[in-house]
């Protein structure tokens, strides 16, 4: 019975020696996914970011489902986008899905590579008062009549990634129209131009110019445009020989899209083209006119009759802009409708926010959002200046465009008069991003 006894203890003693390390093994398991869960949202964030994202796209139609269905992804992604703000120090950070304006996946980026925190210069902040009141107050009426019906206004963006969703947005609009109506009814210079009451009202947030093509810039650089003054007419004639057209209201089969600039300028639209009556002429200008009009959305004509007529961008052929081709070549085409005012952003042209040069800013609505307030600080002359303005414009060059703002700079008669003006302007400055407290 001896034998039989061992055998017996040996079994006891080996069950229990693998009871022990399993239950080690468990426990040192356990312990590493507690101990390091930026290891667990690492591969997870590379999971989620590993493939291109399938972007749909809705167009604004004011049906009830596609909107539901189109603001649920936003705020879905907008939830995504911001988790990099929501995370505990140490954690990783989740990267930003920068869209296109056909709102498809170009490149992702990190909140913190962007936007950090801020603090304004003591220096006057620069602005026309009363031009501020009105695009500040002409943004915030776009949100309130329009949102509905042009949901991409209620992405958060990337300023998700520093907390900052569109209600802080609209409090930031709110907050400056009832202080700047309130100083100009006091006949007082505006508090909105005191450095300290800026910094002690607002969050101010430094934005960092993020550009691939260029990784060491810094800076934004601030391109600008503005509305010139063209002489034109009703009527072709041998000199006003380029033609600007007006859709009609029920070009609804985008018949358009599939002719380039280059086609409606051999004469498609005019009397014996193929097309001849769909479109409807507004003015005729020269071919210098109407590339500037292109370029800056806006033109005021001055016609040969004595009349005059502000003209702005309305609808183009779905034609992408593309970099580094001149504009003769380009084979986008604007059709235009006439306007009471400058007009910038708007998702249809009765739709379009009534801007004011000075205070206006053309950028990425889609990443950085409409109605950002932003300052620039810039030195002239040996001393630093901030110049205060509104995001409230936008063009195909900005959509995505992480790294530059188009400042509106005026009204003006030539290209001459525009240069002169603007060498007072920077080229590069540093911006930040007002928002209330």
Request: no cysteine.
């Amino acid at each position: 019975m001896s034998l039989p006894l061992r055998q017996k203890l040996r079994l006891t003693v080996s069950f229990a020696a693998l009871l022990f390390v399993g239950l080690g093994t468990s426990y040192l398991y356990g312990q590493s996914k507690t101990k390091h869960p930026a290891t667990q949202n690492l591969s997870k964030t590379q999971q989620e970011y590993s493939t291109l994202p399938q972007q749909q796209t809705f167009l604004a139609s004011g049906q009830e489902n596609a909107f539901s269905f189109q603001q649920t992804s936003y705020e879905s992604q907008d939830k995504q986008n911001t988790r990099s703000s929501e995370q505990k120090p140490g954690s990783v950070s989740t990267y930003y899905q920068v869209i296109d304006e056909l709102q498809k996946y170009k490149f992702s980026v990190q909140g913190s590579q962007v936007f950090s925190s801020g603090k304004l210069p003591t220096t006057k902040v620069n602005f026309n008062q009363a031009d501020l009141l009105s695009v500040l107050s002409n943004t915030r009426k776009y949100y309130q009549d329009y949102a509905s019906e042009d949901p991409t206004v209620l992405r958060t963006g990337l300023l998700g990634a520093q907390g900052v969703n569109v209600q802080d947005i609209l409090k930031t609009l709110d907050f400056m129209i009832s202080v700047l109506q309130e100083d100009i009814a006091n006949n007082r210079a505006t508090r909105l131009q005191d450095p300290n009451f800026i910094n002690t009202n607002f969050r101010v947030i430094k934005w960092s110019a993020y550009n691939s093509q260029t990784p060491n810039q810094k800076q934004l650089r601030i391109t600008k445009y503005a509305v010139f003054t063209h002489p034109g007419s009703h009527k072709k004639t041998s000199t006003f020989n380029t033609p600007i057209y007006s859709l009609k209201d029920n070009s609804g089969n985008k018949f358009y899209t599939k002719y380039t600039k280059q086609d409606v300028l051999s004469g498609i639209y005019e009397p014996g083209g193929k097309e001849f009556g769909k479109v409807e002429p507004l003015a005729y200008l020269t071919r210098e006119g109407l590339e500037e009009a292109l370029m800056e959305g806006t033109i005021l004509i001055n016609f040969t009759d004595g009349s005059k007529g502000l003209f702005n961008v309305d609808r183009n052929n779905e034609m992408p802009y593309l970099r580094g081709v001149k504009a003769t070549a380009q084979k986008r085409y604007w059709y235009f409708r006439e306007v009471d005012a400058i007009k910038g952003y708007g998702y249809k042209i009765d739709a379009k926010i009534s801007i004011k040069p000075g205070v206006t800013f053309a950028g990425d609505v889609l990443n950085i959002g409409l109605g950002r307030v932003i300052v620039l600080e810039y030195t002239k002359g040996g001393r630093k200046q901030l110049q205060l303005g509104v995001l409230s414009d936008t063009g195909g060059a900005f959509l995505p465009n992480l790294h530059q703002l188009d400042f509106l700079a005026g009204v003006f008669q030539n290209r001459k008069d525009f240069d002169q003006h603007i060498r007072q302007l920077p080229e590069y400055a540093t911006a930040y991003i007002l928002v209330k407290k």
